[in-house]
C-alpha cells in the first residue's frame, strides 16, 4: 500500500528564506515601523524586528506569516514576491505614462485682495501689464495640448484670474475646437477668490462646464483678517459665491482650499464646521507655502512644523468623529497620503511623487509667457530666484520644456528612491521629492531631511494615520473609506 508522506515533508524549508528589501524606524522605546518598498507597514518589538532581520522565524509563530504578507521576506526558489513587487511598484509609478496633465495658466497678476500671506506677490488691480495676452496664451494652448496625457486639466490662477475673464473664454472655446482632432479630454478649472463672480461668468462656466475652486480660510472674522480688501468683505463674497455656485452649477462643482495661518491655529473645529455650513464636500487642512508675501510679511515664519502636526491632529480627530456621525467629510491631505499606504494606485497629487511632480506633473505658463516647472516655482521667480524657468512659450515646445536641462537635472537630483535620508526611510515609498520647496528653504534641491519641514510633518502625518488604521478600528473603518 502507498503511503503518504511525512507531515514534516510539507513543512517550509526555513533554512531557504531570504530577506526582501525592508527599511524600518523607531516608533518608541520598544516599538519599530517596519516598511517595504511599495509602502506596506508592519509595527514591530526590538525582538521581533531582530529576528525578521536574522530570519529566525518558523511557521505558526506569527511573526512568519506577518514577514510573507507583507512581502520582507519569500523562499528564496521563488520568484514570485519580488515580481510582485516589481508589478506593483511599476503601478505606482505609472503617473510619467502619462506625462503632464496639469497645465496652470496665470492669465493676471493683478489682484483686489492684498493678502499678507499672498504665494503668487499679486499686483495692485490696474497694473495691466501683469496680464496674459492671447498671443501668448494661444501657444500656451498648444503646448498644453501637446503634452502626452490623454485628459488635460486646465486651470487658470491669478492673481485674481477672473479679473482677466475675457482671456479665460477665449481659452476654453480654443481649447475646446483644439482638442477634438487631438482626442484629448479637458478639464477646467477657475482659481478665484469669487468676488467678481457674476451671471456672465456663472452662465459660461455652466455651458463649457467649468469648475470653481476658491479660498475659504474659516469663520468670518478669521477669513477677513487672513485675507483683506477695500470693503472687508471677502467673506461675503466668498460664501455668496459658494451658494451661487451651488444654486446654479450643483452642489459638486465648487470646491474651497484653506491656507493655516497662526491665527487659525487654535480653531481648527470652527473652521472645520465653516465648511460643513457652507455644504463643501471635506477640506484640506493645508500648512503655509514659504513663497511671495508669505516670506516677505514673516508669516510663513509663525508656526512650525510642530505646530502645524498638532492643528492637523485636533482637526483629524474632529473630522473623524464627524464622519463616524455619518456625513461624509474627508480630510483630504490625509485621503492622498491613505491612497499611498492602501494601494497601489497613481495619486494625482503633484507633491506626493517621486520622480517630483515639477513638469511631468503640472507646467505654469506665467501671464508675460514664461514656463515654470510649478506654481511654487513662478512664486519664487516673483521672488527674484529663477531657478526653475524653464523657457519661454513664443521659442520653446513641450518637448525642449520637460526636456530641458533645468527640469531634467531638478528631477534627477531629488530622487527620494536614491537620495540619503530618504532612500533609507520606512516612508519613502509613501512620501515624495519637492525639490522647490527644498531649494527655498534650504538652497538644496534635496535638502538635508533632519532639518526639513516637510519631511518632519510627512513623517507626523503618515505615522499617526498608520498608529489609527492598527490601533482604532472605528478610525480605520474611516479612513479606508476615503481611500478608496
Ligand atoms: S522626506 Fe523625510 S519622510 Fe519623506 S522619504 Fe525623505 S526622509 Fe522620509
Given at each position: 500500500m502507498a503511503g503518504f508522506a511525512s507531515a514534516d515533508s510539507f513543512r517550509p524549508d526555513t533554512s531557504r528564506l531570504r530577506l526582501l528589501p525592508i527599511r524600518f524606524e523607531r516608533l518608541g522605546a520598544d516599538r519599530f515601523l517596519v516598511g517595504n518598498m511599495v509602502g506596506d507597514m508592519a509595527e514591530m518589538t526590538t525582538t521581533e524586528l531582530e529576528r525578521l532581520c536574522a530570519l529566525d522565524l518558523t511557521p505558526g509563530d506569527g511573526l512568519y506569516e506577518r514577514a510573507f504578507e507583507k512581502l520582507f521576506v519569500a523562499s528564496a526558489d521563488q520568484r514570485a514576491p519580488q515580481q510582485l513587487l516589481a508589478l506593483r511598484l511599476r503601478s505606482r509609478l505609472s503617473f510619467l505614462r502619462a506625462a503632464t496633465p496639469l497645465h496652470l495658466f496665470v492669465v493676471t497678476l493683478r489682484c483686489e485682495h492684498s493678502c499678507p500671506y499672498c504665494q503668487v506677490s499679486r499686483q495692485s488691480k490696474d497694473r495691466v501689464r501683469y496680464d496674459m495676452d492671447s498671443a501668448t496664451a494661444s501657444r500656451a494652448l498648444d503646448i498644453a495640448l501637446s503634452a502626452p496625457?490623454?485628459?488635460?486639466?486646465?486651470?487658470?490662477?491669478?492673481?485674481?484670474?477672473?479679473?482677466?475673464?475675457?482671456?479665460?473664454?477665449?481659452?476654453?472655446?480654443?481649447?475646446?475646437?483644439?482638442?477634438?482632432?487631438?482626442?484629448?479630454?479637458?478639464?477646467?478649472?477657475?482659481?478665484?477668490?469669487?468676488?467678481?463672480?457674476?451671471?456672465?461668468?456663472?452662465?459660461?462656466?455652466?455651458?463649457?462646464?467649468?469648475?470653481?475652486?476658491?479660498?475659504?480660510?474659516?469663520?468670518?472674522?478669521?477669513?477677513?483678517?487672513?485675507?483683506?480688501?477695500?470693503?472687508?468683505?471677502?467673506?461675503?463674497?466668498?460664501?455668496?459665491?459658494?451658494?451661487?455656485?451651488?444654486?446654479?452649477?450643483?452642489?459638486d462643482r465648487v470646491g474651497a482650499l484653506m491656507t493655516t495661518t497662526e491665527a487659525s491655529l487654535d480653531r481648527v473645529?470652527?473652521?472645520?464646521?465653516?465648511?460643513?455650513?457652507?455644504?463643501?464636500?471635506?477640506?484640506?487642512?493645508?500648512?503655509?507655502?514659504?513663497?511671495?508675501?508669505?516670506?516677505?510679511?514673516?508669516?510663513?515664519?509663525?508656526?512650525?512644523?510642530?505646530?502645524?502636526?498638532?492643528?492637523?491632529?485636533?482637526?483629524?480627530?474632529?473630522?473623524?468623529?464627524?464622519?463616524?456621525?455619518?456625513?461624509?467629510?474627508?480630510?483630504?491631505?490625509?485621503?492622498?497620503?491613505?491612497?499611498?499606504?492602501?494601494?497601489?494606485?497613481?495619486?494625482?497629487?503633484?507633491?506626493?511623487?517621486?520622480?517630483?511632480?515639477?513638469?511631468?506633473?503640472?507646467?505654469?505658463?506665467?501671464?508675460?509667457?514664461?514656463?515654470?516647472?510649478?506654481?511654487?516655482?513662478?512664486?519664487?521667480?516673483?521672488?527674484?530666484?529663477?531657478?526653475?524657468?524653464?523657457?519661454?512659450?513664443?521659442?520653446?515646445?513641450?518637448?525642449d520644456l520637460v526636456l530641458s536641462d533645468t527640469l531634467v537635472s531638478a528631477v534627477a537630483d531629488s530622487l527620494t528612491q536614491t537620495a540619503p535620508q530618504c532612500s533609507a526611510c520606512v516612508f519613502e515609498p509613501n512620501c515624495?521629492?519637492?525639490?522647490?520647496?527644498?531649494?527655498?528653504?534650504?538652497?538644496?534641491?534635496?535638502?538635508?531631511?533632519?532639518?526639513?519641514?516637510?519631511?518632519?510633518?510627512?513623517?507626523?502625518?503618515?505615522?499617526?494615520?498608520?498608529?489609527?488604521?492598527?490601533?482604532?478600528?472605528?478610525?480605520?473603518?474611516?479612513?479606508?473609506?476615503w481611500a478608496s
Amino acid at each position: 500500500m502507498a503511503g503518504f508522506a511525512s507531515a514534516d515533508s510539507f513543512r517550509p524549508d526555513t533554512s531557504r528564506l531570504r530577506l526582501l528589501p525592508i527599511r524600518f524606524e523607531r516608533l518608541g522605546a520598544d516599538r519599530f515601523l517596519v516598511g517595504n518598498m511599495v509602502g506596506d507597514m508592519a509595527e514591530m518589538t526590538t525582538t521581533e524586528l531582530e529576528r525578521l532581520c536574522a530570519l529566525d522565524l518558523t511557521p505558526g509563530d506569527g511573526l512568519y506569516e506577518r514577514a510573507f504578507e507583507k512581502l520582507f521576506v519569500a523562499s528564496a526558489d521563488q520568484r514570485a514576491p519580488q515580481q510582485l513587487l516589481a508589478l506593483r511598484l511599476r503601478s505606482r509609478l505609472s503617473f510619467l505614462r502619462a506625462a503632464t496633465p496639469l497645465h496652470l495658466f496665470v492669465v493676471t497678476l493683478r489682484c483686489e485682495h492684498s493678502c499678507p500671506y499672498c504665494q503668487v506677490s499679486r499686483q495692485s488691480k490696474d497694473r495691466v501689464r501683469y496680464d496674459m495676452d492671447s498671443a501668448t496664451a494661444s501657444r500656451a494652448l498648444d503646448i498644453a495640448l501637446s503634452a502626452p496625457a490623454p485628459m488635460i486639466k486646465i486651470e487658470f490662477q491669478g492673481g485674481e484670474p477672473l479679473l482677466n475673464f475675457e482671456l479665460i473664454r477665449w481659452i476654453v472655446v480654443t481649447a475646446q475646437e483644439r482638442a477634438v482632432p487631438l482626442g484629448k479630454q479637458l478639464q477646467f478649472v477657475i482659481t478665484t477668490n469669487l468676488a467678481l463672480l457674476d451671471d456672465e461668468v456663472l452662465e459660461f462656466c455652466a455651458e463649457h462646464d467649468v469648475l470653481l475652486s476658491t479660498s475659504l480660510d474659516g469663520p468670518r472674522d478669521l477669513h477677513n483678517r487672513n485675507r483683506p480688501r477695500r470693503g472687508g468683505n471677502s467673506y461675503e463674497l466668498a460664501v455668496a459665491g459658494i451658494g451661487r455656485i451651488r444654486e446654479r452649477l450643483g452642489p459638486d462643482r465648487v470646491g474651497a482650499l484653506m491656507t493655516t495661518t497662526e491665527a487659525s491655529l487654535d480653531r481648527v473645529e470652527e473652521i472645520v464646521d465653516e465648511y460643513l455650513a457652507q455644504g463643501l464636500d471635506g477640506i484640506f487642512l493645508r500648512p503655509l507655502s514659504p513663497y511671495g508675501h508669505a516670506i516677505k510679511t514673516k508669516q510663513f515664519h509663525k508656526y512650525d512644523a510642530r505646530e502645524w502636526l498638532e492643528f492637523w491632529k485636533r482637526g483629524l480627530r474632529y473630522i473623524l468623529e464627524i464622519n463616524k456621525s455619518g456625513r461624509r467629510f474627508p480630510e483630504f491631505y490625509s485621503a492622498f497620503i491613505l491612497r499611498r499606504m492602501l494601494s497601489d494606485e497613481p495619486i494625482g497629487y503633484v507633491d506626493l511623487r517621486s520622480p517630483a511632480g515639477i513638469g511631468l506633473g503640472a507646467l505654469v505658463y506665467n501671464y508675460d509667457g514664461t514656463v515654470f516647472a510649478s506654481d511654487e516655482a513662478r512664486m519664487l521667480a516673483e521672488m527674484g530666484d529663477r531657478s526653475f524657468e524653464l523657457g519661454n512659450v513664443h521659442e520653446h515646445g513641450y518637448r525642449d520644456l520637460v526636456l530641458s536641462d533645468t527640469l531634467v537635472s531638478a528631477v534627477a537630483d531629488s530622487l527620494t528612491q536614491t537620495a540619503p535620508q530618504c532612500s533609507a526611510c520606512v516612508f519613502e515609498p509613501n512620501c515624495g521629492a519637492d525639490p522647490v520647496y527644498h531649494h527655498a528653504t534650504q538652497g538644496d534641491l534635496l535638502g538635508i531631511k533632519p532639518l526639513s519641514e516637510f519631511c518632519e510633518r510627512q513623517k507626523g502625518v503618515i505615522t499617526h494615520l498608520f498608529e489609527l488604521l492598527e490601533h482604532s478600528p472605528e478610525d480605520a473603518a474611516v479612513l479606508r473609506e476615503w481611500a478608496s
